[in-house]
């Protein structure tokens, strides 16, 4: 019984632990509003190592359009200004010598439907993790049937497995009505 309990257990922290990789991910998809965290996924190097630009600088948003970077050092504003326009995100940044803005273009409809569909696609990665979570559990259930343990309660573990993952599934779903409405909100 404790071993049925033991795959339970990692099967929930698996699936948490998916759950909050999507919401960091859905983090990074700009939704026409300044958000530091979009600046996540960009590094520099500072003293021979690649470095997030949070750790090398203060990130700001003053207003709902400006992200502001000031470096502690100033000799980091131009490779964080060339780290910025190197990144994926198609971002302008301004630098006046003492701090890196970032103003944000609002985004048209056409934008904004590819964000829902980037959104789209990291939710489905994450159900995708999840189900794979419960397949998981489930071959190591199985295998317990193997040693012993009586097939009903197996049955019984992966009937709760099963609601765990359909849990997890409809909280990502959740995480993606919320983003989809953020993009789609002028």
Do not use: F
């Not at 632990?17 to 991910?25: M, S, V, Y």
């Amino acid at each position: 019984m404790d071993e049925i309990a033991l795959y339970l257990e990692e099967a929930k922290e698996s699936m948490e632990k998916t759950l909050q990789h999507t919401k960091i991910e859905l983090s990074k998809i700009r939704a026409g509003k300044a958000n530091p965290a979009i600046l996540d996924g960009i590094k520099v190097e500072y003293y021979g190592s690649m470095t997030p630009i949070s750790q090398v600088a203060s990130i700001t948003t003053p207003d709902v359009r400006t992200i502001v970077i000031k470096p502690w050092e100033k000799n980091m504003i131009p490779i964080i200004e060339k780290a910025i326009k190197e990144s994926e995100l198609r971002l302008n940044p301004q630098n006046d010598g003492e701090v890196i803005r970032i103003i944000l273009p609002p985004l048209t409809e056409d934008r904004r439907r590819d964000l829902v569909k980037q959104a789209k696609g990291e939710c489905e990665q994450g159900k995708v993790a999840v189900r794979n979570i419960r397949k998981e559990t489930n071959e190591g259930l199985r295998k317990l049937i193997k040693e012993g343990v009586a097939e009903d309660v197996v049955k019984a573990a992966e009937e709760k497995v099963q609601k765990l993952t359909d849990t997890y599934v409809a909280k990502i779903d959740e995480l993606l009505a919320v983003k989809e409405k953020d993009i789609m909100t002028i």
